[in-house]
């Protein structure tokens, strides 16, 4: 049997997605991601699992092409060859993060799916879980958080969601409630930026008074200015075990920071290799939430964590809507990284049962276990995979445009960072 | 086939160390190392490499006791089997490195033949060479260093080496011409702190002279006050791509760092992943000589890897007296290692041509190419090895004292550090 790559399947694809609220704009109804196969003759899959809009998919389909041929254990050539192809491009990511776009960060995001499928055929080829191949596995299951949104009942043109609407103190913590009954969580993170500071502080309280106990964290994307941020800081002491990314840029977290009691997070201001050293240096962040879809796969968030504990900086995982081949390298990953110092993020509770597995990882207990099959451990279900597909050829949407949809959905409605 | 160790061997062994001179010492007649072999079965042997001193001995044995049914693939399970059992033991290295001595830098040092052996078994057990377990290959060879030291044609007690006397320029001229005709090395390092640093600067310039276009380096191991650091930097500016340890701690060279013109590189300053953040805080150092020897084996120097590309410092490898298995492994880990910025320190030459493999892996244009077998893709000669492990029981050494034994050759000798 041939041992490098002999095929390579990029299929975009589109899933309901349920009109959350953050720092000020809303999700669109549909979430596009794109599901990358590298194939090794007719019985070998790799998967991987990235973004779908369409300038990041447009270079993710070159590098499919130029990776034909790979032995999936040279990672280093699989990403020279994509470097080769995509190096220099310059493409903007539309899912707010902030910071410059670099040529760097463009390539570790288009390299990332394809890093971790051939991480998933290397497990395969071997016989062996991929947390195996990160490192052996120094915890038996990976805790999540429950990952609660400001909410509308459904969208302005559609039927409510099973969530139903969480506007106010009392329906978030609803939402908590029913998502903690159901998946076992034990930690919350509220995204905010979404209603004035005072309003999401009475939120927290609320989940404070009902889930004693439950570390807490409030994310407002930089809805914040340093002076407002540094207020909520205050009024929030003791309640958050860390507040994330309340304001833009390095240079206004480290502001915020030397004020704030508690740590400060961020996955929109230490974004990519480069932001560490001054990132660090200006004690901007007490916690980086990695995320393996822009540091560029399992092995350089893996790299990511070491320097985090080298640092002394804590650990977690920042989350997009994804589906549950990411759910699955975020649990190997997890299970691999001694330094995971926080429960992760996931969005899996928003995807209202919609996979392109066969059999999505359950959460229980508020945490995954790793598969203990061949790499990933997971299977495409191609009947999910084509339909999925054909959402996206339906939908019309090619790029993520959250604050175009608002603008729409609210008409007067302008983006303003930070708001408050 | 079961695939857990099934036996763990432990050989303390002995080879002859040429007299070779630093920082005011001499290397003893017989360099210790120590052999651990993971077993699995009556085939499968994984091979790490250590130093021998009686006190690490004793903890690499006790480690040997826990890791029998451990999963070589589980490394987070060998790591925690190994600390359940070194935990807590403070046991200071006998290799010149300075830095107080801690626990972590302990279980890091017995560790790390463990890690090796095992990776070295997952490399077999997938039939992979060990480079593709590492992120596959970023360079096709490992470019290695001259490393000339000053020396005495023989032990006081014995016949001259084949190396001959290096006790001027002249001497260590002749020295590095025979070493590049030998092994094609393209960048020299010359271990000073052994004369008064002019003699040494005469030596370097006699090198360049010599030499033109070939990298060099002095490492005087400490021996240097901050002023005499900062009046050779100033001297040697244009003749050195860095200067190793010139002065002892992290806050002696941010102050020499401050003001020469060339990178200062470490092994004796940053030694753990403790000393990471005062020491680039600091900026005491432009370049990490990373020893997977006391990093806690491959995939922790691959972490230190990654912490020094992120810091923006730049990374070579640091060697003592060794053998093949550590020059195997530190071959597979260069290979893998895309921020390798420096060729890499190796005794092999001082070696005389002893080693404990059937085919040591050979030095042609100053590089190593890892090997295409499995693992680490060499074998254990066992008729070396028995010879070595009587050489060990035999002469009388078990613990290294370079101090000692130069006070023995030199009545009236002092070791300062500081000396000049």
Aim: net charge negative; hydrophobic share 40%; with cysteine.
């Amino acid at each position: 049997m041939s041992e490098t790559v002999t095929d390579v399947v990029v299929t975009p694809i589109a899933f309901p997605d349920p009109p959350l609220l953050k720092a000020s704009d809303g999700h669109q109804p549909w979430a596009l991601r794109t599901i990358v196969e590298l194939r090794i003759g007719s019985e070998l899959v790799g998967l991987g699992e990235t973004y779908g809009d369409a300038p990041h998919l447009e270079l993710v389909r070159r590098a499919a092409e130029a990776v034909i041929g790979v032995d999936p254990f040279d990672l280093a050539d699989l990403y020279r060859r994509i470097a080769a192809v995509v190096g220099g491009s310059n493409v903007p990511d539309l899912h707010g993060l902030t910071g410059g776009s670099t040529a760097e960060k463009t390539l570790l995001r288009v390299y990332s799916p394809f890093e971790v499928a051939g991480l998933d055929l290397q497990g395969q080829l071997i016989g062996r879980p991929l947390w195996a191949l990160l490192g052996g596995r120094a915890r038996e299951s990976v805790p999540f958080s429950a990952y609660l949104f400001y909410k509308w009942a459904g969208h302005p043109d559609g039927d409510a969601d099973e969530w139903g609407e969480a506007l106010d103190p009392a329906g978030i913590v609803a939402q908590a409630r029913r998502m903690i009954d159901r998946y076992g969580f034990k930690s919350i993170k509220l995204k905010g930026g979404v209603f004035e500071p005072d309003e999401e502080i009475a939120a927290i309280r609320a989940l404070r008074a009902e889930f004693p106990g439950y570390p807490l964290r409030l994310d407002p994307n930089a809805a914040w200015t340093v002076d407002t941020s540094i207020k909520v800081a205050h009024e929030t002491d003791g309640l958050l075990e860390y507040l994330e990314d309340p304001t833009p840029t390095i240079e206004g977290m480290a502001a915020v920071a030397r004020e704030a009691p508690m740590p400060l997070a961020t996955n929109m201001c230490v974004i990519s290799f480069a932001d560490v050293k001054p990132g660090f240096e200006q004690r901007a962040v007490g916690v980086v939430l990695s995320d393996h879809h822009y540091w560029g796969g399992l092995r350089p968030s893996q790299r990511l964590a070491g320097i985090c504990q080298a640092g002394e900086v804590g650990l977690s995982m920042h989350s997009n809507s994804h589906l549950g081949i990411s759910l699955a390298a975020m649990t190997h990953l997890g299970a691999a990284t001694p330094n995971l110092t926080y429960a992760a993020d996931t969005h899996t509770p928003w995807q209202l049962g919609v996979d392109v597995l066969e059999h999505p990882l359950p959460i229980v207990d508020g945490a995954v276990i790793p598969p203990d099959g061949p790499g990933l451990g997971v299977t495409l279900d191609r009947d999910a995979l084509a339909r999925m597909h054909e959402d996206y050829q339906r939908c019309g949407i090619r790029e993520r445009d959250d604050v175009g949809y608002m603008k729409q959905c609210r008409p007067g409605y302008e983006m303003r960072r930070p708001r408050w």
